[in-house]
């Protein structure tokens, strides 16, 4: 009930499109808001979005805005992140994780809960 699992990362040459899952309990959509995180190599893992547990709330950080979209498919027990005219700087491991509120900036600390990830690599 309180796991988490990515899927929908691969290998993208620049400038298309992915669609991330994270699948989860209902008990944790009900509760839970719902953030994405990616970590690149060598850097800090970054918060890049959250939606609240209602969907009323959205959190987006300024490095991915206008390109990234997260929704939910509540009935599918899922939340979708959405990345758009994918860049090689992309390149990262994304996770998923639950916190109880979707606060701005989207940080670690805020997130009990978290998948294992799924890769995703940008390159021709």
């Known amino acids: 009930q309180l796991q988490l699992v990515e899927s929908g990362g691969g290998l993208v040459q620049p400038g298309g499109t992915l669609r991330l899952s994270c699948a989860a309990s209902r008990f944790i959509l009900d509760y839970y808001a719902i953030g994405w995180f990616r970590q690149a190599p060598g850097k800090e893992r970054e918060g890049v979005s959250c939606l609240s547990s209602r969907g009323g709330s959205t959190n987006y950080a300024d490095s991915v805005k206008g390109r990234f979209t997260i929704s939910r498919e509540k009935a599918e027990n899922t939340v979708t992140l959405r990345i758009d005219s994918l860049k090689p700087e992309d390149t990262a491991v994304y996770y998923c994780?639950?916190?109880?509120?979707?606060?701005?900036?989207?940080?670690?600390?805020?997130?009990?809960?978290w998948g294992q990830g799924t890769q995703v690599t940008v390159s021709s």
């Open positions: 994780a639950a916190a109880p509120v979707c606060r701005n900036p989207v940080q670690v600390p805020d997130y009990r809960y």
